[in-house]
């Protein structure tokens, strides 16, 4: 006799979800990464500003050790030369090897087999994390050849000049450029390197700046700060380099805007020309700009600061009674 099963026995449990099922959790799914997203992009903002300090901290400790060493601070730029004082401070931030190779003879191209030549392109395409701020998209190096070289390393941070510049070379009618500016580091016009690092043949009046010229007091005064737009699509002349400029090897030099920049315009700017572009300071952070100031601390200035203030801050010597608590 056949036996009959129970009607609950002969159906299949089939498992799975229906489509409404489906589109529902891929809604959830997606609600919940539209919420998530942006605080992940944050917190790696704000790791990247945290290391982005940190470099400018460690630049700034360079700078006061050299300090502490020659009893002033470096040349800005060294005309008929190449390096700036990204070069004189390797030194002081683990960079021993790296200084250890910087030539010093007569002035000359970096085009040469000799081994001057050899060591400026060897400082030119050497890319140190310390000189790159990690906002900063875009490629480390120049890969266009330019003076002959290829891929020039580039740099996320300029020295201070001053907030009265405007002009990135040597100062014509009507128009101071980067060898007299109110900031902390100045343009020399031909440097001799065989007395050292810090001697201008043509300006003995005038020896580099130190600490005790800044009257307006270290904490008040910008040493150095972020400058940004070195994308060539957007601005041909930002070429900001890190160790040695081949504009700066230019007879005399010239355009000192790849190691210095001027406050006397604003910050993280847009559609003005390309000159006052590539002088300006500026950063891929929102809304501002890290700065370290000549006491050595880092400070985070927005993009909407008081123009006043702005010029205050980028002089060391102009008298201005500045509020902490206003920038």
Not at 206 to 211: D, E, G, H, R
Not at 220 to 236: K, L, P, S, W, Y
Not at 279 to 295: E, F
């Amino acid at each position: 006799m056949r036996t009959s099963l129970p009607p609950f026995a002969a159906r299949r449990s089939i498992a799975g979800f229906t489509l409404v099922e489906l589109l529902v959790v891929i809604a959830v799914i997606g609600v919940m990464v539209a919420l998530l997203l942006p605080a992940v992009q944050a917190a790696r903002e704000a790791a990247r500003q945290t290391s982005c300090k940190n470099n400018l901290k460690q630049i700034g400790l360079a700078v006061h050790n050299y300090h502490a060493t020659y009893q002033k601070l470096p040349w800005g730029a060294k005309g008929g030369w190449g390096p700036s004082w990204t070069t004189d401070i390797l030194p002081n931030i683990g960079e021993a090897s790296l200084a250890s190779i910087v030539p010093y003879g007569e002035p000359g191209y970096a085009t040469g087999n000799d081994q001057d030549s050899k060591h400026f392109r060897l400082l030119a395409t050497s890319a140190l994390p310390t000189f790159r701020c990690p906002s900063q998209f875009g490629p480390t190096v120049f890969n266009e050849s330019m003076g002959r070289i290829t891929g020039r390393a580039l740099n996320s941070y300029l020295g201070n000049a001053g907030s009265d510049v405007i002009h990135n070379n040597y100062s014509i009618t009507g128009r101071l450029g980067m060898e007299s500016g109110n900031g902390l580091f100045q343009a020399c016009d031909f440097c001799h390197r065989s007395s050292g690092s810090n001697f201008c043949d043509n300006r003995p009046e005038m020896p580099p700046l130190s600490f005790a010229s800044v009257t307006d007091g270290l904490s008040n005064t910008v040493m150095v700060a972020e400058t940004r737009f070195i994308d060539f699509a957007q601005c041909g002349v930002c070429d900001h380099f890190m160790l040695y400029h081949t504009d700066f090897d230019d007879l005399n030099g010239r355009d000192f805007s790849e190691a210095l920049a001027s406050l006397y315009f604003g910050i993280n700017l847009e559609r003005v020309p390309n000159d006052h572009l590539q002088m300006s300071i500026g950063s891929y952070h929102p809304g501002g700009v890290h700065v370290a100031m000549a006491d050595g601390s880092v400070r985070y200035i927005t993009e909407q600061l008081d123009e006043a203030i702005r010029l205050a801050i980028g002089s060391r010597n102009g008298r201005e009674v500045v509020e902490m608590s206003s920038f």
